[in-house]
């Protein structure tokens, strides 16, 4: 081999050394630098329902924290499966997030659904929200006895609004079928949509949750709510199992379990970004601001940061209480 081959070889190979080099701190530079843009999260309901409330009330303090914009989308449909599909379907990349509810995810799943469970990893069970009997202001009900009397002597006659596929729609026909009671379903797809026909008097009375019929304010009034105890929100409202008792009818403490979701294969991939996204989300939350919102709304009653390990087992027991029901979300 010649001197001038030799020198060329050697110049090469230290091209090639510093080639690699420069790539190296680029792909560190692009690591270090997420998010290096927008992040999408979909909502897999209507505009103006408590999810989605949830996550723009949120979204503006997320954003501060990130310091990219949150491009917040609806994709409604086939009580949830539409959103969830088209996030399932995105990639785990860190720049798609969901939010979401139970009881239907692990509905959606049920009825067969191309996505697992272990699918999502829930960073944070952000509500708990329970169950809420609620009528319009002007309805003549004032107890859930009244109510219950009113359905009874007018058998086919009341009109009841809910989400088919929530722990609403469960209760309900808990008690209903419990006390042999003939009512009129009406579904919608999204809380936002029932919370306008019942403050439109398009129904006589919804099944929904607690937290999130405050939005109607004076427009509406909660007749029960499910749990052990009154629900500061609305201090009237009775304890569920309280009013059913002369009955000898007991429901589930069942409530809405909203929630903010990645993929579960993200903290594997991308441990950073898995760490970036539950960081400021949790400084999110706890933003004054946020925690102010929150109070005037009422929303701060339900509103909670558990993190990913407890999150994810309030989600698996929710799971286990669907197919504990399943002939009834099998069967809408």
């Given at each position: 081999?010649?001197?001038?081959?030799?020198?060329?070889?050697?110049?090469?190979?230290?091209?090639?050394?510093?080639?690699?080099?420069?790539?190296?701190?680029?792909?560190?530079?692009?690591?270090?630098?997420?998010?290096?843009?927008?992040?999408?999260?979909?909502?897999?309901?209507?505009?103006?329902?408590?999810?989605?409330?949830?996550?723009?009330?949120?979204?503006?303090?997320?954003?501060?924290?990130?310091?990219?914009?949150?491009?917040?989308?609806?994709?409604?449909?086939?009580?949830?499966?539409?959103?969830?599909?088209?996030?399932?379907?995105?990639?785990?990349?860190?720049?798609?997030?969901?939010?979401?509810?139970?009881?239907?995810?692990?509905?959606?799943?049920?009825?067969?659904?191309?996505?697992?469970?272990?699918?999502?990893?829930?960073?944070?069970?952000?509500?708990?929200?329970?169950?809420?009997?609620?009528?319009p202001?002007s309805?003549p009900?004032?107890?859930?006895?009244?109510?219950?009397?009113?359905?009874?002597?007018?058998?086919?006659?009341?009109?009841?609004?809910?989400?088919?596929?929530g722990?609403?729609?469960?209760?309900g026909?808990?008690?209903?079928?419990?006390?042999?009671?003939?009512?009129?379903?009406?579904?919608?797809?999204?809380?936002?949509?029932?919370?306008?026909?019942?403050?439109?008097?398009?129904?006589?009375?919804?099944?929904g949750?607690a937290?999130?019929?405050?939005?109607?304010?004076?427009r509406?009034?909660?007749?029960?709510?499910?749990?052990?105890?009154?629900?500061?929100?609305?201090?009237?409202?009775e304890?569920?199992?309280?009013?059913?008792?002369?009955?000898?009818?007991?429901?589930?403490?069942l409530?809405?379990?909203?929630?903010?979701?990645?993929?579960?294969?993200?903290?594997?991939?991308?441990?950073?970004?898995?760490?970036?996204?539950?960081?400021?989300?949790?400084?999110?939350?706890?933003?004054?601001?946020?925690?102010?919102?929150?109070?005037?709304?009422?929303?701060?009653?339900?509103?909670?940061?558990?993190?990913?390990?407890?999150?994810?087992a309030?989600?698996?027991?929710?799971?286990?209480?669907?197919?504990?029901?399943?002939?009834?979300?099998?069967?809408?």
């Open positions: 081999m010649s001197r001038q081959e030799g020198w060329w070889r050697q110049a090469l190979a230290v091209g090639l050394v510093c080639a690699a080099i420069v790539l190296a701190q680029a792909g560190m530079a692009v690591a270090q630098s997420y998010p290096a843009h927008e992040i999408e999260v979909i909502i897999p309901f209507d505009a103006g329902g408590s999810v989605d409330r949830m996550i723009r009330a949120l979204a503006p303090y997320w954003e501060q924290e990130l310091g990219v914009p949150l491009v917040l989308q609806n994709y409604s449909g086939a009580q949830g499966q539409v959103g969830f599909e088209r996030f399932y379907r995105t990639r785990p990349d860190g720049y798609t997030i969901m939010v979401g509810t139970e009881p239907y995810l692990s509905a959606s799943i049920l009825r067969g659904a191309s996505y697992e469970l272990d699918d999502f990893d829930i960073l944070n069970v952000q509500q708990f929200d329970p169950v809420a009997i609620t009528v202001a309805s009900y004032r107890t859930l006895a009244d109510l219950l009397e009113a359905i009874r002597a007018n058998p086919g006659r009341l009109a009841w609004g809910v989400e088919p596929g722990w609403d729609y469960v209760v026909n808990l008690i209903f079928d419990a006390l042999g009671l003939d009512v009129i379903e009406v579904f919608y797809d999204g809380g936002g949509p029932l919370r306008v026909a019942l403050m439109g008097e398009q129904i006589d009375f919804s099944l949750s937290a999130g019929d405050m939005a109607m304010g004076d509406a009034r909660v007749l029960a709510v499910s749990g052990t105890k009154p629900f500061p929100g609305w201090p009237e409202a304890v569920l199992n309280e009013a059913l008792a002369p009955y000898g009818v007991t429901v589930p403490n409530g809405s379990v909203r929630f903010v979701a990645v993929h579960a294969s993200l903290k594997e991939k991308y441990p950073d970004r898995y760490q970036t996204l539950l960081r400021t989300y949790e400084a999110a939350l706890s933003n004054p601001k946020f925690i102010e919102r929150s109070k005037e709304s009422g929303v701060e009653l339900v509103t909670q940061f558990v993190g990913p390990e407890e999150s994810n309030q989600v698996r027991d929710a799971n286990a209480v669907v197919n504990q029901f399943k002939e009834m979300f099998l069967g809408q």
